[in-house]
């Protein structure tokens, strides 16, 4: 058994992979600030865990939670591109101080491991398709150049003082759990949400816009398996975590509209600033590197993912 603490263990993500790690047997503790994250999402869970309310940038509060730890699963952000075109300083303390605390505080721990929840938007809006890890990065908005920052800091904790880290890039997740009641959330936790309601949803732009939505149990399979890897496949690397298929925003609102039973039609409005037009992923290399391989598909996870909020009375 194995102590694994988990930054931002309030978020969709951390509260994931806290369920995932209990019913493993493996023993979880957590911190967050609820900037983001939601006391709900732990309630549940929170007699199993050992939770501490501590914002990233308290070191003092980081070295005591790592102290003991084995492994770091660093999910704790402000995961947002059009916050971050806002508030380019909060993402930058949040995301990128933040992470440096959590480094520090790993580091003079002699943690076994930190895995770090990297983003897509590093790539950018390069045209070729599918992004692989061989590319140079290209971030747009704050958020892309914080997420890549912190990757580069990861790497650089390997380097310099030998703490191994992984940095994994999430392409765009989704599921249960994703707050969808923010201006700032995710896509499908906000039209899945609408729809069950029968609000009508708002594409920004042509709708012809593509992501590599990735359901969450493929992100949490993918922090475990970068946990065990050999340190010479994994260590100081950084892997896209996504299924190697896209669909564009129109094609994902009328697997919604079947799903939610939604007849409306979407609100076309403005392209968002900061963001990107087409985002795929070559899997190949977390393939090879963890032994990857998505479980679950897009529409076996869109449709978990409605089931899910249908039950909770959307
Ligand atoms: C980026 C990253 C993702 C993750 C996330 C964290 C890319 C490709 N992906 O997601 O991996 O790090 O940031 O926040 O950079 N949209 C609408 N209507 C809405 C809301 C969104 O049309 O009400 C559009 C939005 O303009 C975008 C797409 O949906 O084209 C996806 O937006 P998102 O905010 O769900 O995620 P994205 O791609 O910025």
């Known amino acids: 058994m194995a102590l694994y603490l988990i930054t931002g263990i309030g978020g969709f993500i951390g509260s994931s992979l806290a369920r995932a790690l209990l019913s493993r047997g493996e023993q979880v503790r957590g911190v967050d600030n609820f900037a983001t994250g939601r006391r709900e999402n732990i309630a549940e869970i929170l007699d199993g865990i050992d939770f501490r309310e501590a914002d990233l940038l308290d070191l003092n509060a980081m070295k005591k ?6 492994y770091v699963l660093h999910q704790a952000a402000i995961p947002s591109v059009p916050k971050s075109v806002l508030d380019p300083l909060g993402s930058n303390r949040a995301n990128v101080d933040g992470t440096v605390n959590v480094l520090v505080a790993a580091r003079d721990a002699k943690v076994k491991r930190v895995v770090y929840a990297a983003s897509s938007s590093a790539y950018g809006d390069t045209p070729t398709l599918p992004k692989h890890e061989g590319m140079a990065p290209n971030p747009i908005s704050p958020y892309a150049v914080a997420k890549l920052a912190s990757e580069h800091y990861m790497t650089s904790f390997y ?35 609408q729809m069950l309601r029968g609000e009508q949803p708002t594409i920004f732009g042509d ?34 975590v996504a299924t190697g ?36 992923a070559d899997i ?14 897009f529409e076996e996870g869109l449709q978990k993912t409605v089931e899910w909020y249908r039950g909770r009375g959307a």
């Open 207 to 240: 709708g012809e816009q593509s992501r590599d939505f990735t359901y969450i149990d493929n992100a949490v399979e993918a922090n475990l398996l970068a946990c065990k890897a050999p340190a010479a496949q994994a260590a100081g690397e950084m892997c896209n």
């Open 245 to 280: 298929r896209r669909v564009t925003l129109n094609e994902t609102f009328r697997a919604l509209q079947r799903l939610t039973g939604y007849s409306g039609e979407p609100k076309y409005g403005h392209e968002r600033g900061g963001d990107i037009k087409h985002s795929l």
């Open 284 to 297: 190949s290399k977390a393939e090879a590197r963890l032994g990857y391989k998505p479980k679950v598909g």
């Open 65 to 70: 939670a790592c102290a003991g730890a084995d």
């Open 159 to 193: 380097r310099c003082y030998g703490l191994e880290t992984v940095s994994l890039r999430y392409f765009n997740i989704f599921g249960p759990r994703q707050d969808p009641s923010s201006p700032y959330s995710g896509v499908l936790a906000k039209f899945i949400m």
